[in-house]
């Protein structure tokens, strides 16, 4: 079974940048569309930013656009989120998952789960 796996958050100033990383396993993500998911502490998941399979059609949420960016390494079979001008509402536990090929990008388009990496922007 796929089991997507989260690497890349920590601790950063506000207007810092993070990479975060998601990868599988023994699993290919070549065939699933990936998203990455986000919830803050009382809060509902909410999706940050989907990717298809091909890269073609991508997807961000009105309070990411212009400042991540989704992409996809088959060769490292990893999917990254590179997030900039970082700031406090973007703290959260953020989530990788993979589905099929669906849209739109919430969590119930999505059937596998990575278990979280968390992002704190703070001064």
């Known amino acids: 079974q796929l089991q997507p796996v989260e690497s890349g958050g920590g601790l950063v100033q506000p207007g810092g940048s993070l990479r975060l990383s998601c990868t599988a396993s023994?699993?290919?993500?070549?065939?699933?569309?990936i998203g990455w998911f986000r919830q803050a502490p009382g809060k509902e998941r909410e999706g940050v930013s989907c990717?298809?399979?091909?890269?073609?059609?991508?997807y961000y949420a009105d309070s990411v656009k212009g400042r991540f960016t989704i992409s996809r390494d088959s060769a490292r079979n990893t999917v990254y989120l590179q997030m900039n001008s970082l700031n406090p509402e973007d703290t959260a536990v953020y989530y990788c998952?993979?589905?099929?090929?669906?849209?739109?990008?919430?969590?119930?388009?999505?059937?596998?789960w990575g278990q979280g990496t968390q992002v704190t922007v703070s001064s």
């Open positions: 998952a993979a589905g099929p090929a669906q849209w739109p990008c919430t969590t119930a388009s999505y059937d596998y």
């Open positions: 990717i298809s399979a091909t890269s073609d059609s991508i």
């Open positions: 023994g699993s290919t993500l070549d065939y699933y569309f």
